[in-house]
């Protein structure tokens, strides 16, 4: 690289160009051609997003031409939960995006609430997610109108006990997304600016680990999502997140969620997100705020 | 219901809140060669062109487009117009970028492959990330063009 960053009078460089330009076979860049942090981080549900929020790219850095994958792991604590989840995806052509995700939530003081008020004897809920994402049109740096994506959250849980003994319906459920995502160059005070909308149909009660559907709501629910970030310089994103919540479940109260985040994306292979989130109430103890920290290697 | 419409209401502003900042920022004066100076004038900008030459050399995802091209005159126009899109006193006279683009079928990945030369060139010439930011803005209305979409 500092080879060709020499600096050489343009008289020297012409004939050593024009040899350079002998054929060459056509290679992929080892980690996909996209832009660097163009590939979001992968989102608590596996898909390619903020934190908490699905964004319109898709994971990893596959271009047009390519394939790509991530790998993630990340864990929010807030005062009276941790939840840890471990994530996978792979893109085809930055056209397709399929993820997995296991989310373990520990229920950690609830565990006393549940035994003394249910009987119940469990100390944490595992739920899996299965992600599909389609990028349907438009460019995140380069169209006018942005790029936008549409997506489906299939959520299995592996624990149904907990959600069911307070009034869930369904111990699985498919979210379904429309997302638009978009950046404008030299926005704010000549930094890049990201801006993220997203409206999600749902059934899930917080987003699944407490089951689908209930006694106060048992259909399908149009929520609002959005995040906005500027780019510091290419390796800094720093954001705000915002997601509207069913609220089924007379049980308990659920409440929208949000996040103030940082990213630092040294290059392609990396990226680590924190966070602080706040979760509202959930399951009947208040105000569950914390961190948020996210660790993701693409390839 | 009204607490869920405000709710809905404070997601929607956040979003805006965004666009209107970008908003703000767009209305340059006519005569603004603010960002000329910051890429350092012509000679500046001839600087990174040259090192943006180099490493589309080395970048097996788009030399092999560039095979046999005159470099001397590419490098030359693609100043000039970098020129004269920052607010410089140039005149570009080489041909129209969809004209110039359209035989060869460009992909996003060979497009980003190029705008990643780019913006690597301008770090190596110390140019300031807003300037960069401010030139890959100008440059934007030529994707289609050069894409040929
Ligand atoms: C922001 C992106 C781009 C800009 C501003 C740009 C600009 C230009 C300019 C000004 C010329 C000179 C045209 C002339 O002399 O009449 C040119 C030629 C050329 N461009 Fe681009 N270009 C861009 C992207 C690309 C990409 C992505 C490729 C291929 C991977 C490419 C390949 C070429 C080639 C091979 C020529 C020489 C054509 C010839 O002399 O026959 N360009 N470009």
């Known amino acids: 690289m500092t080879f060709f960053l020499n600096k050489l009078r343009a008289r020297k460089f012409l004939p050593l160009l024009t040899l350079g330009l002998l054929a060459s076979p056509v290679a992929m ?23 908490l929020v699905p964004w319109a790219m898709l994971g990893s ?62 100390d944490e809920l595992n739920q899996d997610i299965f992600g599909l994402k389609v990028r349907l049109a438009g460019d995140v740096l380069y169209s006018p109108w942005g790029q936008w994506s549409a997506g489906i959250q299939h959520k299995r849980q ?73 780019f510091i310089n290419r390796q800094w994103l720093l954001g705000a997140e915002y ?23 040294p290059d392609r292979r990396l990226a680590v997100t924190a966070a602080f989130v706040n979760l509202g109430d959930v399951a009947t103890l208040k105000d569950q705020q914390g961190v948020y920290l996210s660790l993701q290697g693409s390839f | 219901m009204g607490l869920s419409a405000s709710k809905t209401y404070i997601a929607v502003l956040l979003i805006f809140a965004g666009l209107v ?21 012509r000679s500046g900008i001839a600087d990174v062109v040259e090192d943006l030459l180099y490493l589309i050399v080395a970048d097996e995802r788009i030399n092999h487009q560039f095979k046999g091209i005159d470099v001397a005159q590419f490098h030359r126009h693609l100043t000039d117009q970098l020129c004269e899109l920052s607010g410089g006193p140039c005149t570009y006279s080489g041909r129209g970028m969809r004209e110039a683009h359209s035989a060869m079928g460009i992909t996003n990945t060979q497009f980003n492959a190029l705008a990643e030369n780019l913006i690597l060139a301008m770090e190596a010439n110390q140019i300031p990330p807003v300037a960069q930011n401010r030139l890959i803005k100008q440059l934007l209305p030529l994707y289609p063009d050069i894409r040929h979409l």
């Open chain 1, 29 to 51: 860049a080892d980690v996909g051609s996209r832009i660097w942090a163009t590939g979001g981080v992968t989102s608590i549900e596996g898909s390619a997003g903020g934190g």
């Open chain 1, 61 to 122: 850095y596959a271009d047009d031409e390519e394939w790509g994958g991530t790998l993630a792991l990340s864990r929010a604590e807030v005062d009276d939960y941790t939840l840890a989840v471990a994530g996978a995806g792979l893109n085809w052509n930055n056209r397709v995006e399929v993820t997995v995700a296991r989310q373990t939530l520990d229920l950690d003081s609830l565990v006393f609430a549940l035994k003394d008020g249910f009987g119940l004897e469990q």
């Open chain 1, 158 to 230: 592996r624990d149904f006990t907990v959600p069911n003994a307070i009034g869930a319906r369904d111990d699985s459920g498919t979210d379904v997304y429309v997302s638009g995502s978009k950046v404008f160059f030299a926005a704010v005070f000549g930094r890049n600016l990201l801006v993220n909308a997203t409206v999600r149909g749902t059934r899930a009660n917080q987003g699944g680990l407490l089951g689908f559907g209930g006694d106060l709501n048992n259909g399908y629910e149009v929520m609002a999502e959005g995040g906005v970030g500027v």
């Open chain 1, 243 to 265: 997601r509207q919540k069913p609220d089924n479940l007379s049980f308990a109260r659920e409440d929208d969620w949000w996040d103030v985040f940082i990213a630092w994306v």
């Open chain 2, 21 to 41: 900042l970008s908003g703000c920022q767009s209305h340059p004066s006519e005569s603004d060669n603010s960002l000329y100076l910051q890429l350092g004038e």
